[in-house]
């Protein structure tokens, strides 16, 4: 077989491209199965790689093959806010999955925009009152006025997927694109924001639990009201204590956790039961709380906490044994269905979106396919997936 001639290309370009994804050239010369030499003397220049080998390159680099062929590189990643914990001294630096997940999410969100400023539609911004933003229970009663979710409609969700949907619907009513990924560890990132005007964007680790999701995309939402996105993990410090984490981040905890929880729902439940301040709460009272709002135990923990009616020990012990039972929970068998789980990550505003254009003649089938990352084969199964009817 005869050997491809070698690619004309500048070698800077196959520096930012691996760079831009987040891979050492130890890694990805691993990646290529090419010796760490060849890749050094691909990247200065000194030898250049054949256009199967540069064809390979684009794929674990995740670039379009024609990338590889402009005058110089294009922008450097720009990185997010970074609200995650991490020990001291630890370099935040994002892994090359999670690095993809926020390329993708600004590609989608680019493209929805285009696409509705094609249509002459201008996207609304989610804002509230500049004085809600002072307090977390501001913030979080103003934030459920604009999602238009009553308490009554949310006590009815008792099914933990239909309550994620619902509240993912509720966002997208009010202008911001939800998606999903599952390629990124959940210790690294539960959820990240994007709040440049006039489209936000809000990602969900789709390897969390319904509930954890929800919370996530409530804390935010939280986020973007605030103007402030970022990376977030979400979780406590070591011992349950939250004191470590950025004061952003623990504030949009306390909005997310009052935007499920309210409150005084919370007081009006508890009233009558015995005063359990300095003892364990049953498990079947926390299960009925966090069934009563489709929420976590955790959370209705976190509450119970803030509200002063458990103990700081208490809280620790039992979040440290769901999260232990969490962990050991066996896989369940089978999964949803690809166009199932292609419409969560995707989210139905931004498909919705892409869909009218397409069935505008606004765009093409292959940019069809391009924007959706699908096959044409997989279009009519995604439409009756999201919307049941095409």
């Not at 905890?253 to 309210?262: F, G, H, R, W, Y």
Request: hydrophobic content about 40%; overall charge positive.
């Amino acid at each position: 077989m005869a050997r491809t001639p070698p690619a004309n290309l500048r070698p800077e370009l196959l520096v930012w491209a691996r760079e831009s994804i987040g891979y050492s050239r130890v890694e990805a010369s691993a990646k290529l199965r090419q010796p760490l030499e060849k890749l050094l003397a691909w990247e200065s220049g000194e030898a250049r790689p054949t256009i199967a080998q540069l064809r390979k390159m684009a794929g674990i680099y995740k670039r379009p093959l024609a990338v590889f062929y402009l005058s110089e590189p294009p922008r450097a990643f720009q990185a997010m806010r970074d609200f995650r914990r991490l020990p001291e001294g630890e370099e935040r630096s994002y892994s090359p999955e999670l690095r993809l997940a926020i390329r993708t999410a600004k590609a989608r969100r680019d493209v929805a925009l285009e696409l509705l400023r094609e249509a002459g539609e201008d996207p609304t911004v989610p804002t509230v009152r500049a004085a809600a933003t002072r307090r977390a229970t501001d913030l979080a009663e103003a934030a459920r006025e604009l999602l238009g979710v009553s308490l009554k409609e949310q006590r009815q969700w008792r099914d933990k997927y239909r309550a994620l949907r619902e509240w993912t619907t509720a966002l997208e009513r009010i202008g911001v694109l939800v998606f999903q990924t599952s390629g990124v560890d959940l210790t690294e990132m539960r959820g990240f924001s994007i709040t440049e005007a006039p489209l936000a964007v809000i990602v969900a680790n789709g390897k969390d639990s319904p509930r954890g999701r929800v919370f996530t995309l409530m804390h935010e939402l939280a986020h973007v009201l605030l103007n402030e996105g970022g990376v977030c993990d979400l979780r406590d410090g070591p011992g349950g204590q939250r004191s470590r984490q950025p004061r952003t981040e623990v504030f949009c905890n306390q909005v997310a956790a009052e935007v499920l929880v309210p409150t005084l729902a919370l007081l009006a439940d508890v009233e009558g039961m015995p005063d359990r301040r300095g003892d364990p709460w049953p498990e079947d009272d926390l299960v009925r709380l966090a069934r009563e709002y489709s929420v976590s135990r955790e959370v209705i923990l976190r509450r119970l906490l803030t509200l002063g009616f458990t103990t700081e020990r208490f809280y620790r012990d039992k979040r440290a044994e769901y999260l232990k039972a969490y962990a050991e929970q066996p896989k369940p068998k089978g999964r949803p269905s690809y166009h199932r789980i292609r419409v969560r990550d995707l989210g139905r505003a931004y498909l919705g979106i892409v869909l009218d254009a397409y069935h505008r003649e606004a765009i093409n089938s292959a940019d069809l396919s391009e924007y959706l990352g699908v096959k044409l084969k997989h279009v009519h199964r995604l439409e009756l997936e999201a919307f049941g009817t095409v």
